[in-house]
């Protein structure tokens, strides 16, 4: 349990509950988080009284913990939650740690409040958040989007969609990338964060006496570093910056799908090209790639003359983002969903970037 506060001030004592139907000896800390979220919904419109909470750990992994709540009014409205751990001690350990030259804890609150917030983009909307009055990780109160991860969703036409969405994405992010970048709260996807990649998975190699890897690395050696100056030429834009399957989620309404992207802890500002490489990352038939490619091009109105320049710049940014996994960290496992072969990815796209 630990004491908490909203963030204007007003004090609450808030306790992550159990899974599933609250006992007994847990009213009184359901009856403070009700408070707590009931003044935060208030304040967005969602008022009336609570009548009953159900709190369970969320079923999809990330980085900080999760946990679901459903609030029931009495009116019989249910409104559902996602809590998610931000700040110093977030960090789930057996998620591995992000580098120290990457990670902010605040970065995702900053984000939805300055961002994804402002411009409308379809993320899961940040009612407030729920802080600890010492030391500690506090909660984002967020939505509950409804919908099924993109990486569970076979249709090509939702991953075209997806593409679309994040076309109009970065054209909105393109007139404020500069002024949110000179905040220093986004990640800087330049080339020297680029160049740091590629060092770091061959002392991780070497470390782990992985012959096959340096020699592989080695290969590409001079193929990343030409990946990583195209890459700085081109003109930036704001980025989800882990824009992968698992962190969109999807539902059909009607004859088209909504998208909601999620988990915004990396966002980041620089070349538009590396959040389309994450989306199209991994083993892919190359006509189910094209089309995801091509429904991002239209969109973005990328000229038909400029095609192969841009699939040249996407090879570059799928080879960075390839070798970023294999530099992560030294013991870091990647979890299921980005469990890919960065090793056999990384050599695919140095092969298709043009010399």
Same mark, same amino acid.
């Given at each position: 349990m630990h004491d908490g506060k909203l963030r204007d001030g007003s004090p609450h004592r808030v306790r992550s509950l159990a899974t599933g139907h609250?006992?007994?000896?847990?009213?009184?800390?359901?009856?403070? $988080? &009700? @408070? *707590?979220?009931?003044?935060? $919904? &208030? @304040? *967005?419109?969602?008022e009336g009284r609570i009548v009953s909470v159900r709190v369970r750990p969320s079923p999809y992994r990330s980085t900080h913990a999760l946990e679901e709540v459903s609030l029931?009014?009495?009116?019989?409205?249910?409104?559902?939650?996602?809590?998610?751990?931000?700040?110093?001690?977030?960090?789930?350990?057996?998620?591995?740690?992000?580098?120290?030259?990457?990670?902010?804890?605040?970065?995702?609150?900053?984000?939805?409040?300055?961002?994804?917030g402002p411009l409308r983009v379809g993320a899961?909307?940040?009612?407030?958040?729920l802080e600890p009055k010492g030391a500690g990780a506090g909660q984002l109160v967020l939505e509950r989007v409804r919908g099924a991860p993109l990486s569970e969703v076979g249709e090509l036409d939702a991953w075209t969609a997806t593409a679309a969405w994040l076309a109009q994405f970065h054209t909105r992010g393109e007139p404020v990338a500069g002024r949110l970048a000179a905040s220093g709260h986004p990640l800087n996807q330049d080339a020297a964060l680029h160049s740091r990649w590629l060092p770091r998975a061959r002392q991780h190699a070497l470390e782990r006496n992985r012959v096959r890897e340096l020699d592989a690395l080695e290969q590409i050696a001079s193929t990343y570093g030409r990946a990583v100056r195209r890459l700085a030429e081109r003109p930036r834009t704001v980025l989800h910056g882990e824009l992968y399957a698992s962190n969109v989620i999807v539902?059909?309404?009607?004859?088209?799908?909504?998208?909601?992207p999620v988990d915004w802890e990396a966002m980041a500002v620089g070349p538009a090209v590396l959040d389309l490489a994450g989306l199209v990352s991994g083993r892919w038939d190359g006509d189910r790639r094209a089309a995801i490619v091509d429904a991002y091009g239209c969109a973005r109105g990328v000229p038909r003359h400029s095609r192969e320049t841009f699939w040249d710049l996407l090879a570059c940014a799928r080879l960075v983002i390839a070798v970023q996994w294999l530099g992560w960290a030294k013991n870091w496992t990647p979890p299921s969903e980005h469990a890919h072969d960065w090793l056999e990815e990384a050599a695919r796209a140095a092969e298709a970037v043009v010399r």
């Open positions: 609250l006992a007994a000896p847990n009213r009184k800390a359901a009856r403070a $988080l &009700a @408070r *707590a979220l009931g003044t935060l $919904l &208030a @304040r *967005a419109g969602e029931r009014f009495d009116d019989n409205r249910v409104v559902h939650l996602v809590l998610k751990t931000y700040g110093a001690g977030a960090v789930l350990e057996s998620s591995g740690p992000r580098p120290r030259f990457v990670a902010d804890p605040y970065r995702e609150l900053w984000a939805y409040e300055n961002v994804v899961p909307r940040l009612y407030g958040t539902h059909r309404s009607g004859r088209r799908w909504v998208v909601r």
